[in-house]
């Protein structure tokens, strides 16, 4: 019998109001779970077993006075640790601010507490969300549970490998560039970025602030459903919030894809540089869904080839602004001896910053500066507006555009680490729908030859995360992969 942690939560609020299982155990689970498999993944920065114990217990009260609560309640959860909690330190991966203690919850978290979710702690992550591989944490890389000399993605794989090892139930994650999909993909679990806005961005600790998207790690699709619902709806807090009320994503789920229109982005299956076992995984799994009734046809992104570039040009730049206001007076590490504030300045910021986010800075400082910011941030606005308007045109003749999430199987720590170039390329089929803010989600959809999690990327229209939800969910049972790291059962074995 498989151990609590590793259930989805939708069975594990049914055992939960059945009186098969306490909140209280069910944390337990997951806390034992950590305490065996953490130290061989450094999934956590922070990890919080008082608080989830003093949480769960207040579920087991209110179910046993016969309270209605929310599908969330005593649900073990990860928060990424970009995203504010209220006295629990959030350091955002960065020696800036590892003395940082928020004085206010983000408005997803404080959503979710308020549903009765129970807090494992907060999740080790690239360096400001900057990264493909989560080695740019300053504080240590975190591992693949499927493989530890395997990365687990980033920039958010703290989130994903927790809740791949059962850490965790769900995971909350931001996607600037594809860093809750590709980590899902890495890791064999579900990831879901919601359109730009569904979510509100409150409490988030800003990278690009046009790009960035808070999103959702879990076991599977329904379950993905339903933290959307948890954390979605209007936030006056936050001025880009779309003003939807809050709702049940879980409707129409099993609809299937019957008379779905799905577009297949040929062009990203034929790129060089895609392992073959992905293409063959991707390719099956479009079989499948024409087998499930779908219409299937080629689509075009035509300007999707120039995303990468575009978006390295507009996201260090956005972090450029972001990360000016590390230095050292307000908040966070203050480099001690400076001779004045400019020398304080500077050093805080040589010490407190990291490789890769300072190449960023430079990069987008470089890019805004006068005489180059028509050519570099300029065009790079209006290969956006271009990419776009691809994807507008596409759902003009398709319901979901379909991809591989990832070009790779997790790659070896250390493999990429040289080359920023070659990092940067793992998100090239994630990039184009941030920069559209199109919702988009990553189910496993196979194992490579190295026993490693394929990802199968389903796009849908912006606002239109229902649809894509259904058909992620309709191709997930029909793939039946189940699959879970074995290496896990070793460790906590």
């Not at 999934?43 to 769960?56: D, K, S």
């Not at 398709?398 to 990429?416: I, Q, W």
């Not at 990039?431 to 988009?440: C, E, F, Q, R, V």
Request: net charge negative.
């Amino acid at each position: 019998m498989p151990e609590p942690c590793d259930l989805p939560a939708h069975e594990l609020g049914r055992m939960l109001r059945a009186g098969e299982l306490t909140a209280a155990e069910l944390a337990e689970s997951a806390l034992g779970r950590a305490d065996a498999v953490e130290e061989h993944l450094f999934a956590f920065l922070t990890r919080t077993p008082g608080l989830a114990r003093e949480q769960a217990a207040l579920v087991d009260e209110r179910l046993s006075a016969g309270e209605e609560l929310p599908a969330g309640a005593g649900i073990p959860l990860a928060v990424k640790d970009v995203l504010t909690t209220k006295g629990i330190r959030t350091t955002a991966g960065s020696k800036i601010l590892e003395p940082y203690v928020p004085p206010y919850d983000s408005t997803a978290w404080a959503r979710l507490s308020a549903a009765g979710a129970v807090l494992m702690g907060k999740t080790n992550c690239d360096e400001f969300a900057m990264g493909s591989s989560n080695e740019n944490s300053a504080y240590g890389p975190v591992h693949n549970p499927w493989d530890l000399g395997t990365v687990p993605g980033g920039s958010s794989g703290g989130s994903a490998a927790a809740v791949a090892a059962g850490e965790a139930v769900w995971g909350l994650g931001t996607d600037t560039g594809g860093s809750v999909r590709q980590p899902a993909a890495l890791c064999g679990v579900v990831g879901l970025k919601p359109t730009y806005g569904r979510v509100s961005r409150y409490g988030l600790i800003a990278f690009a602030s046009s790009l960035d998207h808070v999103g959702t790690f879990t076991r599977d699709v329904r379950d993905a459903a339903t933290l959307l619902g948890a954390i979605a709806g209007h936030d006056p807090k936050d001025a880009t919030s779309l003003p939807d009320p809050p709702a049940d994503y879980t409707e129409d789920l099993d609809a299937g894809v019957r008379g779905l229109r799905v577009g297949v982005v040929a062009d990203w299956l034929a790129m060089e540089g895609i392992q073959p076992a992905v293409r063959d995984a991707v390719g099956a799994a479009v079989e499948r869904l024409a087998g499930l009734g779908a219409f299937v046809e080629e689509a075009a992104l035509p300007h999707a080839e120039y995303a990468l570039s575009a978006y390295y040009l507009i996201a260090p730049a956005e972090c450029s602004s972001n990360l000016a206001r590390y230095d050292g007076v307000r908040y966070g590490y203050r480099a001690p001896d400076g001779v004045d504030v400019m020398d304080m300045n500077m050093r805080t910021r040589g010490a407190g910053f990291g490789d890769e986010v300072k190449r960023r800075i430079m990069l987008g400082t470089y890019s805004l500066s006068a005489g180059y910011y028509d050519a570099y941030y300029g065009q790079a606005q209006k290969v956006r507006t271009l990419v776009i308007r691809d994807y507008e045109e596409a759902f003009a003749r398709f319901d979901v555009l379909v991809s591989p999430t990832s070009p790779t199987t997790a790659f070896r720590l250390g493999e990429k680490t040289a080359d920023p170039l070659a990092m940067y390329l793992c998100d090239v089929f994630t990039i184009p729908s941030d920069l559209s803010g199109t919702p988009a989600i990553s189910i496993p959809c196979g194992l490579g030859e190295d026993g490693l999690p394929i990802g199968f990327q389903i796009m849908g229209r912006l606002t239109d995360e229902r649809t894509v939800l259904r058909a992620a969910y309709a191709l997930e049972q029909d793939l039946g992969f189940s699959s879970r790291p074995a290496l896990i059962g070793a460790l906590s074995g």
